[in-house]
């Protein structure tokens, strides 16, 4: 776009029209013909402006044209067809694009040198520092964890940090900018903040030293009474409703609102926060707390849904609030839930009631932990069977809300991993070793300050073998789908064979990216080395890491037959495959029809508890029925139905290829 000085008679023209300027010569147009659209400007500094062709209209019907009206204008460029009118106090040091409509705004200005929230450090798990993460546009779960997690390495978090002070030079300008399609209305104050295409900012109290990364594919929202400081949000994402955020990266498809307050926390994709409170928290993707008596500190979770009044506790009242905590990846609290950190609880576990003596059940996942009388109980594995386990790993994929293209997260949804998987036979190991030290015949056993009752000991043992068993099938039916019938032994190993090296060894879950923690400490190295020398590469290298990943878990497996079934891939046969799909069978079926059971409860009499108000047990179940519908209906049990039928003939396909 070109922009010309004003003739006198343009200049005339535009004094005529209410129009003010201490320097004429530094306001500069593109399309002269238009200036018939500016009224009541004071223009002060450099100002560029377009054309002003298009009109906007707005709900109900009305239409306003684009244009200048009634603003001050100080060092500003305006795009072709933006409206800006009735700026109470001024605009300063912007660029503005095209098409945008800025209207009803109290003060927008940006002020020396500015980063627009990039290098921002976010005390992040430990409130006291420590643990801090510099905040950028790109920031990805998988960076942040690196710089919040890896402090024994500080050769990795110097040089990442290095890299991202390099992108906040980049971006460093003392003029901001407003992107195309950007919508500003009735709000405040908003000072330093980069604003992306498409983004809608209405009623909006604070927002300052900050960037809003919208764009056409992923637009965001800023609502009423927001007030942001020092921030990041992403594209896709929505902050409403009163939400106060001080020192918060909001990742790509968030939604918070309904009054929410946080600081210095990190919110990744597809998290939800209403209502309640967030203080230094790690929030990895598909975190979601709704309820206002809610208050999430000092803990990183993944996969999380929070139940009404959970809470936990990060100062013990000695050296400050220097705790912290993990919820692995599913971990869910049930309602007026408690947790005194530091804790760690183990994956996709339920924890219920208050919980005070700092247990560690990385180990053992899929567990309960309950409270009894002040006493933390843990139920090994009870999850696996668990209905609501199983709705949680389906939806997740589903919710997904991500439009953007450009994906800064690298989010695994498996339920059964090597991540998983090699706790589970951890935990075996860990529950024999009970057995042992304590006797076969102990009522209740002692771990890491929690107690396991006998049966729920013997319980977990089984849980466990049983998920291993179908994890371990699932892995080898999926190599032999392309193998053809007849084939021989030696062809057998071949399909078998792994495809990388990569993969053996222990796994670790980088915030919803599950992988080879050899493979991570590889990267890491390059990054300390300087062989990885950008963020960009950064991103691209965990990337590659995460479309890798069914590669190294082959790997991991096939290094595990051995251990689990006694069977040396190296010379295995049809028959011992045969065998091991005939225990998968087993343990997928079994699995599967204790998750029906599971579902029958959700509509047993008990459940009908509030239906028919007024009326008899008939009327109660046909009010159930018209509200719920009945069960054989019911779309996760047909889904469960439809599994085992399916599983059992895959089961059968593969045997009787083998057996030919």
């Known amino acids: 776009m070109t922009f010309k000085p004003l003739t006198q008679e343009q200049i005339d023209l535009l004094v005529a029209a209410g129009c003010k300027s201490e320097e004429w010569d530094r306001v500069k147009t593109s399309a002269p013909e238009t200036l018939k659209y500016i009224k009541n400007v004071r223009f002060s500094g450099d100002v560029c402006f377009g054309r002003f062709d298009a009109s906007f209209t707005l709900p109900g019907g009305l239409k306003k044209h684009s244009g200048l009206r009634d603003v001050t204008l100080h060092n500003v460029t305006v795009g072709d067809n933006t409206l800006v009118e009735n700026i109470t106090d001024y605009i300063a040091n912007y660029n503005i694009g095209s098409d945008c409509y800025i209207e009803n705004v109290d003060l927008l200005l940006t002020e020396g040198p500015c980063r627009f929230g990039n290098g921002v450090e976010v005390s992040v798990l430990n409130e006291t520092g420590g643990r801090e993460v510099a905040i950028y546009d790109r920031l990805s779960a998988q960076v942040a964890y690196i710089l919040a997690m890896y402090r024994h390495q500080p050769e990795v978090t110097q040089a990442l940090n290095r890299m991202i002070d390099e992108y906040g030079k980049s971006v460093e300008s003392d003029r901001g900018t407003i992107g195309n399609n950007v919508t500003i209305r009735n709000a405040k104050y908003i000072s330093g903040v980069k604003i992306g295409d498409c983004t809608r900012i209405s009623g909006t109290s604070r927002l300052s030293d900050g960037s809003i990364n919208g764009n056409a594919s992923a637009p965001v929202e800023i609502g009423h009474g927001v007030i942001a400081d020092h921030f990041i949000i992403s594209s896709g994402s929505k902050v409403e409703d009163n939400t ?251 399909a078998l064979a792994p495809t990388v090296a990569d993969g053996k060894g222990y796994w670790v879950d980088i915030s919803g990216m599950i992988a080879p923690q050899p493979v991570i400490e590889d990267l890491l190295q390059k990054v300390a080395s300087g062989q990885v020398n950008s963020i960009e590469e950064v991103h691209k290298a965990f990337a590659k890491i995460h479309q890798l990943y069914y590669d190294y878990e082959w790997t991991w497996a096939y290094d595990h037959y051995q251990e689990f079934f006694g069977v040396d891939m190296a010379t295995i046969t049809k028959a011992d495959v045969i065998n091991i799909v005939k225990q998968w069978k087993e343990a997928v079926i079994g699995l599967d029809k204790q998750l029906y059971e599971d579902a029958r409860k959700e509509f047993n009499l008990a459940a009908m508890t509030g239906f028919g108000a007024d009326g008899t047990k008939e009327i109660k179940e046909q009010d159930f029925e018209q509200v719920r519908g009945d069960f054989e209906s019911n779309s996760f049990v047909t889904a469960v139905l439809d599994h085992i039928r399916t599983k059992e003939a895959l089961g059968d396909e593969i045997i009787a290829r083998l057996s030919n």
């Open 244 to 494: 106060t955020l001080t020192r918060c990266f909001v990742g790509q498809s968030c939604t918070l609102g309904h009054g929410y307050s946080a600081s210095d926390s990190l919110f990744f994709s597809n998290c939800q926060g209403e209502n309640g409170e967030a203080c230094a928290i790690f929030a990895g993707p598909f975190t979601v707390t709704h309820h206002k008596s809610t208050l999430l500190i000092a803990g990183m979770f993944s996969f999380m849904n929070a139940g009404s009044g959970s809470n936990q506790s990060n100062h013990m009242y000695k050296l400050g609030p220097i705790h912290q905590g993990i919820l692995e990846r599913g971990a869910k609290t049930a309602s007026d839930s408690y947790i005194l950190w530091p804790s760690r609880v183990g994956a996709f576990s339920l924890v219920m009631g208050r919980h005070v003596t700092h247990s560690d059940t990385t180990n053992l996942p899929f567990s309960y932990l309950i409270e009894q009388q002040n006493n933390t109980y843990l139920v090994p594995g009870v999850n696996l069977r668990s209905v609501g386990t199983i709705r949680d790993a389906q939806k997740w994929p589903r919710r997904d809300a991500r439009k953007d293209p450009d994906r800064l997260d690298c989010i695994n949804y498996n339920l059964l991993s090597p991540f998983t998987i090699q706790k589970m036979m951890k935990g075996i190991k860990l529950l024999h070793n009970l057995q042992y030290s304590s006797g076969e015949l102990s009522d209740v056993y002692s771990y890491h300050s929690a107690k396991i009752r006998n049966s729920s000991l013997r319980n977990g043992i089984r849980f466990y073998q049983t998920a291993i068993t179908k994890f371990l099938g699932n892995s080898i039916i999926k190599k032999l789908e392309k193998l053809p019938a007849g084939a021989s032994d030696e062809q057998l190993r071949a």
